[in-house]
């Protein structure tokens, strides 16, 4: 009997076992079955916000029309900006620049935007740029002489005292201002020569946006001054492209033109502010052709700015696509 109490109690202890082990292996499948569950949920709304982040990546990435890149709603911006740049192009003799950005809706175009031209006194604005940037480094105020000289230089142009301040900022002090807004395609001109100073599109654009934006090399009250002073140039000095700005857009300009024995040297560049617009545009010429002298340099310029004005404030190209437009979710 005690032998085979002992053997039933084995079996009764085997089916427990037996028993108990099921149950953990049921809930074991349970478990797993829910963890598999949650993390197919969690993989496909892992694919849903990636493909939501590539299509948002791929819109702000933008696409190219012609010379022009924009983010998909304003495509039509891009091809008509495109289109209006090279048709003012066309037929035109000498050889040209163009870059155009709008911060507002991310158009940026470009025209041979490395390739270099003589400056001319558009050199003018890098130079009272390396002077705001070495007295903020300095920790000082412009002096009451800089101050004249500076109203000087960018509000009519005058070449002496663009000479005085070249020569007190130091060729240091420009090419430290020019590694620092990383306008590496920018040489400075040697032996006192500011106007024979190689400049590019591409580096005047980015001098533009460094006197538009927040940014670590100009300070607000640096950019403001020297944007102040480009918003008041004399009227002689206003031409450009600041042709077919709307009455209710600031611009702020600097431009130069300079005569040389490879001919007529025609630079314009400008940024305009206000009612919501934030855009900046850069045309670089020269042009060895006898029979074409300084205006018409200027009217190639014209041209080209007031079809780039009329897109850039036309509404209908600037205001993004309604399909666009999310509500929220």
């Not at 740029?129 to 007295?135: E, I």
């Not at 620092?180 to 040697?190: C, H, I, N, V």
Request: proline share 1%; aromatic share 6%; net charge negative.
């Amino acid at each position: 009997m005690g032998m085979r109490a002992l053997f039933v109690g084995a079996v009764v202890v085997m089916a427990g076992l037996v028993a108990c082990s099921s149950g953990v292996a049921a809930t074991s499948a349970s478990a797993t079955s829910a963890r598999g569950s949650a993390t197919a949920a969690a993989l496909m709304k892992s694919k849903k916000a990636k493909a939501a982040a590539a299509a948002s990546s791929a819109s702000s990435a933008g696409v190219r029309e012609g010379l022009c890149t924009a983010p998909a709603d304003h495509r039509a911006l891009a091809a008509r900006v495109s289109a209006d740049i090279s048709a003012g192009l066309r037929g035109r003799n000498g050889e040209h620049a163009v870059s155009v950005y709008d911060r507002a809706t991310g158009l940026n175009c470009v025209y041979n935007g490395s390739k270099h031209f003589d400056s001319a006194s558009i050199v003018k604005a890098i130079i009272l740029a390396a002077l705001m940037r070495w007295h903020q480094q300095t920790k000082t105020s412009l002096s009451s002489w800089e101050k004249s000289e500076a109203t000087l230089m960018i509000e009519q142009s005058d070449n002496d005292a663009a000479t005085a301040l070249w020569d007190e900022v130091g060729m240091t002090n420009l090419q430290h201002f020019l590694n620092l807004a990383k306008m590496g395609e920018t040489q400075l001109g040697q032996d006192g020569e500011w106007g024979l100073t190689q400049v590019t599109s591409h580096d005047e654009m980015l001098l533009l946006r460094l006197l538009t934006g927040s940014n670590s090399v100009l300070d607000a009250n640096s950019r403001a001054y020297e944007l102040n002073l480009m918003a008041h140039v004399t009227s002689w000095e206003a031409w450009g492209v600041t042709a077919g700005t709307p009455s209710d857009v600031t611009w702020h300009v600097k431009n130069g033109w300079l005569p040389d024995a490879t001919g007529w040297h025609i630079n314009s560049i400008g940024a305009f502010t206000g009612h919501g617009k934030d855009y900046m545009m850069a045309v670089l010429s020269v042009n060895a052709n006898d029979d074409d002298d300084e205006d018409y340099g200027i009217d190639t310029i014209e041209d080209i700015a007031q079809r780039v004005q009329h897109d850039l404030n036309n509404a209908k190209l600037t205001a993004p696509s309604a399909a666009n437009v999310t509500t929220g979710g």
